[in-house]
Structures are given as structure tokens and as C-alpha cells.
């Protein structure tokens, strides 16, 4: 089966320009996650969409990120305006359900690099 | 609340001896606890992972980790290094006092020298 899906690869964008990052999970896999590791820092969470509703949402930084998740399949995570300090690796998981604490666990994607200059 | 963490940011080992990465935890309950690797421009994997069953726990390419609850940690083992260990590895711990969230340590980043 093919595995989360996360593009682009690598995004290099001005201050204050808008990027928009997107995650393909697992076919199937109603549980989405994003995480973002900035710079020398630990994996932080962000949230987690069950289906296209959103679960959890305590570790969106601010107001300038936007998660969607349209029809339950893949999302997008769109940053407006992007500062210096979001630059890091964004990336998403996914799990057929119970979370970390089921028998199914999570499946990364590869992330996303995204450099705010 | 939870927290965890990883001791060392850098472990090098030479190829063919054991590995040892370490990871401490804190936590209100019974905590499920992960290892994860990262090779370069490739996405978390999965090592292993403790869910109150054995407290050793043996997962992919020959790591192994054991719970010690007295000890609040959690470290990574594997008996004899290869040079395609070399990679991040993150130790993580989700329980539900945080609501099964999950906390990722700092990130450990193994060498093997040949």
C-alpha cells in the first residue's frame, strides 16, 4: 500500500508570503495528524482531524496556520503570512484509529522542509 | 504531565559494537512508550513500542528497549551497530492524563564509524 503522501519535498518562501503544504494519508486512514519540528527543537504537535472534523487542535501556533481537511481525505496545512520562525519540518501522520495507543500506531510521512527567508 | 528525555543529543559508535541510547520519561499514568527513526529525507518509522505488556520489548532490525518503571526510562539497545543505523532516533511517550497525546524527546542522531 502506499504510504502518507506530503508535498512539497522542500519550500523556500519570502516573509510574508503564503505557503500551502499538503498531506495525503493512507487510504482509509480516518486519522490525520500534523506535527512541526522547527529548528534544534523537539517534534511539537499541531492537530488532529478525525475524518474532516478537527479533534484537537491545541498545538496550532497562531492564527496564521489553517488546516483543512475537505471530504476526509487528504489535508492541507496553509501558512498566511509566513514568519521566520515557522520555518522547520512540517510533517503528517495518519492511523486507522486509537491513536497512538491502538494497534494500528501512526504512519509518517517524510515532511516537509520549509525555509521562511 | 508528560515529558520526555533523550540524554544525549550525539552517540557515536564504532560498526559491530553495542548501542545504547537513552531515554527518560515522566508521566501520571501507565505510559505507552515509542521509538522512532529518521534516516535522511525519509519519514519516521517505527522501531518499537510499549503498551504495559513485557517490559522488554524487541522491535525492528534487532533493537530493543526495556520499561523500567523505577527507573523512568526507556533506553534503546541493540547488541552490534551497522553503518545503516546511522540516523535520528526519537524516544516518545502518550498517556492519558495528556490525552494520548504524544511527546517527543529531542532526538538522539547516531554515527557509526566503520
Known amino acids: 500500500e502506499a504510504g502518507v503522501t506530503q508535498f512539497p519535498s522542500h519550500s523556500v518562501i519570502e516573509k510574508g508570503q503564503t505557503v500551502t503544504l499538503r498531506c495525503d494519508p493512507i487510504?482509509?486512514?480516518?486519522?490525520l495528524y500534523w506535527y512541526r519540528r522547527v529548528m534544534g527543537k523537539e517534534i511539537k504537535f499541531l492537530l488532529h482531524?478525525?475524518?474532516?472534523?478537527?479533534?484537537?487542535e491545541s498545538g496550532m501556533p497562531n492564527n496564521r496556520f489553517l488546516a483543512e481537511r475537505t471530504g476526509g481525505t487528504y489535508s492541507t496545512l496553509k501558512v498566511q503570512p509566513a514568519e521566520l520562525e515557522d520555518s522547520g519540518v512540517y510533517f503528517c501522520?495518519?492511523?486507522?484509529?486509537?491513536?497512538?495507543?491502538?494497534?494500528?500506531?501512526?504512519?509518517f510521512g517524510s515532511g516537509t522542509r520549509l525555509t521562511v527567508v | 504531565a508528560q515529558s520526555v528525555t533523550q540524554l544525549d543529543s550525539h552517540v557515536s559508535v564504532s560498526e559491530g559494537t553495542p548501542v545504547l541510547l537513552r531515554c527518560n520519561y515522566s508521566?501520571?499514568?501507565?505510559?505507552?512508550l515509542f521509538w522512532y527513526v529518521q534516516h535522511p529525507n525519509k519519514g519516521l518509522q517505527l522501531l518499537l513500542k510499549?503498551?504495559?505488556?513485557?517490559?522488554l520489548v524487541k522491535g525492528i532490525n534487532g533493537f530493543e528497549a526495556e520499561f523500567k518503571k523505577s527507573e523512568t526510562s526507556f533506553h534503546l539497545t541493540k547488541p552490534s551497530a551497522h553503518m545503516s543505523d546511522a540516523a535520528e532516533y526519537f524516544c516518545?511517550?502518550?498517556?492519558?492524563?495528556?490525552?494520548?497525546?504524544?511527546?517527543f524527546g529531542a532526538g538522539t542522531r547516531l554515527f557509526v564509524k566503520a
Open positions: 501522520a495518519s492511523s486507522q484509529g486509537g491513536g497512538h495507543q491502538g494497534p494500528y500506531g501512526y504512519t
Open positions: 487510504s482509509g486512514h480516518d486519522n
Open positions: 482531524f478525525v475524518k474532516e472534523s478537527k479533534q484537537d
Open positions: 508521566s501520571s499514568y501507565s505510559p505507552s
Open positions: 510499549y503498551t504495559s505488556a513485557a517490559t
Open positions: 516518545v511517550v502518550s498517556d492519558r492524563a495528556g490525552g494520548f497525546k504524544t511527546i
